[in-house]
């Protein structure tokens, strides 16, 4: 099987689909690889050095995209190599690569699959964004051979009004067995209760529930709400100061190479987000056994069943959030019941090795059809 693997940037094959990469190997495919900077992947030993890889300097800014020279450059070399690998099944991932690619794929003839991590056209309030956003997406669906969502929301989306051939996959997966030994090295239980938040520093992640948590939160234990994401955290850090609650302190750390042991480290998980395809640092603390509270959103849902393995609220909702909190700590035990049931759910179904196979077989249909 000839197959054609692009995403935006490297970082996506590094963090999410190297066991793709794995299995196309393994089976002796052709494989390439088309992304921005695709030599850091073999310069980091990611990938060996007989795989083709084409490099293709996708926009990362609105600058880039209104720069009419920029993106004829982007869209000649990206036409250049659908026209020269014309034998490939296209499987494409993250929005801007995914619209250039179908772009320039103009009566070219080809066969795209697109794995779609989450449409950008469900973000809360953003009535003309997710309007324009929406009638991109069902133009472009038309250079669409197959589309692989990540949560139900989005699939039924493909169902409904785009009407193309589509398959659900929940996410790319964890390492499961990397998880099972983190969880099981697990550290002794905190002397203050250890609150965790992993997502990037932008107002889509949810961060304002959590500041208005800490403005409302006032405990008879001591409570430490620890955030770790990329981004800038400045702006959100001077929110919070000078109104934390008794007993209650906040802190921003940048992103951690370390962070699944830290995660392992919680004695519970908020996950406030906004928008979300399908959160995998939820799926890694469902595998780590902590307990997990999320908004009631696209993906969040997908993965926690509100009071059986997590809880459930609605994004923006302090005094919901501060309730189920209120609870937790009165119930410390149904929620330790809800993360084992989480952590079995995980183990069975969002193994990082099974997702690959999932989606390489999904693929291999589209080649062969």
């Given at each position: 099987?000839?197959?054609?693997?692009?995403?935006?940037?490297?970082?996506?094959?590094?963090?999410?689909?190297?066991?793709?990469?794995?299995?196309?190997?393994?089976?002796?495919?052709?494989?390439?690889?088309?992304?921005?900077?695709?030599h850091?992947?073999?310069?980091?030993?990611?990938?060996?050095?007989?795989?083709?890889?084409?490099?293709?300097?996708?926009?990362?800014?609105?600058?880039?995209?209104?720069?009419?020279?920029?993106?004829?450059?982007?869209?000649?070399?990206?036409?250049?190599?659908?026209?020269?690998?014309?034998?490939h099944?296209?499987?494409?991932?993250?929005?801007?690569?995914?619209?250039?690619?179908?772009?320039?794929?103009?009566f070219?003839?080809?066969?795209?699959?697109?794995?779609?991590?989450?449409?950008?056209?469900?973000?809360?309030?953003?009535?003309?964004?997710?309007?324009?956003?929406?009638?991109?997406?069902?133009?472009l669906?038309?250079?669409?051979?197959k589309?692989?969502?990540?949560?139900?929301?989005?699939?039924k989306?493909?169902?409904?009004?785009i009407?193309?051939?589509?398959?659900?996959?929940?996410?790319?997966?964890?390492?499961?067995?990397?998880?099972?030994?983190?969880?099981?090295?697990?550290?002794?239980?905190?002397?203050?209760?250890?609150?965790?938040?992993?997502?990037?520093?932008?107002?889509?992640?949810?961060?304002?529930?959590i500041?208005?948590?800490?403005?409302?939160?006032?405990?008879?234990?001591?409570?430490?709400?620890?955030?770790?994401?990329?981004?800038?955290?400045?702006?959100?850090?001077?929110?919070?100061?000078?109104?934390?609650?008794?007993?209650?302190?906040?802190f921003?750390?940048?992103?951690?190479?370390?962070?699944?042991?830290?995660?392992?480290?919680?004695?519970?998980?908020?996950?406030?987000?906004?928008?979300?395809?399908?959160?995998?640092?939820?799926?890694?603390?469902?595998?780590?056994?902590?307990?997990?509270?999320?908004?009631n959103?696209?993906?969040?849902?997908?993965?926690?069943?509100?009071?059986?393995?997590?809880?459930?609220?609605?994004?923006?909702?302090?005094?919901?959030?501060?309730?189920?909190?209120?609870?937790?700590?009165?119930?410390?035990?149904?929620?330790?019941?809800?993360?084992?049931l989480?952590?079995?759910?995980?183990?069975?179904?969002?193994?990082?090795?099974?997702?690959?196979?999932?989606?390489?077989?999904i693929?291999?249909?589209?080649?062969?059809s």
């Amino acid at each position: 099987m000839n197959i054609a693997l692009i995403t935006t940037k490297s970082l996506t094959i590094e963090k999410f689909l190297l066991p793709f990469v794995d299995v196309c190997l393994n089976n002796n495919d052709s494989l390439v690889l088309l992304c921005n900077s695709v030599h850091k992947l073999k310069d980091q030993k990611y990938i060996s050095d007989d795989i083709d890889t084409f490099d293709v300097n996708f926009p990362s800014s609105w600058f880039e995209i209104l720069n009419p020279w920029f993106m004829l450059g982007v869209f000649y070399r990206t036409r250049r190599f659908l026209n020269s690998h014309k034998g490939h099944v296209f499987y494409i991932h993250t929005p801007v690569a995914t619209h250039i690619v179908r772009i320039s794929s103009l009566f070219l003839n080809i066969k795209i699959v697109y794995h779609v991590h989450g449409f950008r056209f469900h973000d809360q309030g953003k009535v003309l964004k997710n309007y324009f956003s929406e009638k991109i997406e069902l133009v472009l669906s038309k250079a669409t051979t197959k589309f692989i969502t990540i949560n139900k929301d989005d699939y039924k989306f493909v169902c409904n009004r785009i009407k193309k051939s589509v398959n659900l996959i929940h996410g790319v997966g964890v390492d499961t067995n990397k998880l099972i030994k983190i969880a099981k090295n697990k550290k002794i239980k905190n002397s203050k209760l250890i609150i965790g938040v992993v997502g990037a520093y932008k107002i889509e992640k949810g961060y304002d529930d959590i500041i208005n948590l800490v403005k409302v939160l006032d405990a008879d234990i001591e409570i430490e709400i620890h955030c770790y994401g990329y981004g800038d955290k400045r702006l959100i850090r001077s929110r919070v100061a000078n109104r934390q609650s008794n007993h209650v302190g906040i802190f921003f750390h940048d992103f951690s190479n370390n962070i699944l042991n830290i995660i392992s480290g919680f004695d519970l998980l908020i996950h406030p987000s906004r928008r979300e395809g399908l959160p995998v640092s939820v799926m890694e603390a469902m595998c780590l056994g902590v307990p997990i509270v999320a908004t009631n959103i696209r993906g969040c849902r997908d993965l926690i069943n509100d009071k059986i393995d997590g809880r459930l609220y609605p994004p923006k909702d302090v005094h919901a959030l501060h309730a189920i909190l209120d609870d937790f700590l009165i119930n410390k035990t149904k929620y330790d019941n809800y993360a084992k049931l989480a952590q079995s759910k995980c183990i069975e179904n969002f193994d990082a090795k099974e997702k690959a196979k999932e989606m390489y077989d999904i693929v291999g249909e589209v080649y062969e059809s």
